[in-house]
């Protein structure tokens, strides 16, 4: 596991031609399968901005790998709108507010989300239903 707090700013280098690409500056979700669809870079050029998360060799403390350079998917109009999680309200199906993101845990080798830590509780990954400008959306726990 690993939170979005600790990925971001780490650098992004390839395996094959140890190159550095730049630096996580977001993670992009896709509600619908609840986990990381691709990272957001800083300092990269313009064609690998985003990597999509079949391009990730691994994800550490220290560094994340991409197979290499031609592993980057330059179509990035396939990826999801990127909707910044953190700091955002937190909104059920019904309506409640549940808080604000703090921060959110994934799966290294997945990119699953696993539990959204809000300002209220935690809440697991799995009941994600949609992110927006607005508001992360989660579905009402059974009663």
């Not at 009941?127 to 009663?143: D, H, I, K």
Request: hydrophobic share 40%; net charge negative.
């Amino acid at each position: 596991m690993m939170l979005f707090t600790q990925a971001q700013g780490l650098p992004v280098i390839t395996a094959e031609e140890a190159e550095p690409l730049g630096r996580v500056e977001g993670l992009t979700i896709d509600a619908h399968t609840r986990s990381v669809a691709c990272l957001r870079l800083s300092g990269a050029p313009k064609h690998a901005a985003a990597i999509g998360w079949n391009a990730i060799e691994g994800v550490g403390p220290d560094a994340v790998i991409v197979r290499s350079r031609t592993a980057v998917d330059a179509e990035q109009s396939t990826f999801p709108a990127h909707h910044e999680a953190l700091g955002q309200r937190v909104l059920t199906e019904s309506g409640t507010v549940h808080g604000t993101v703090k921060d959110i845990a994934f799966d290294r080798s997945t990119g699953q989300i696993r539990t959204l830590y809000t300002a209220l509780g935690d809440i697991s990954g799995d009941r994600v239903l949609g992110l927006g400008s607005y508001a992360v959306v989660v579905r009402t726990e059974p009663v």
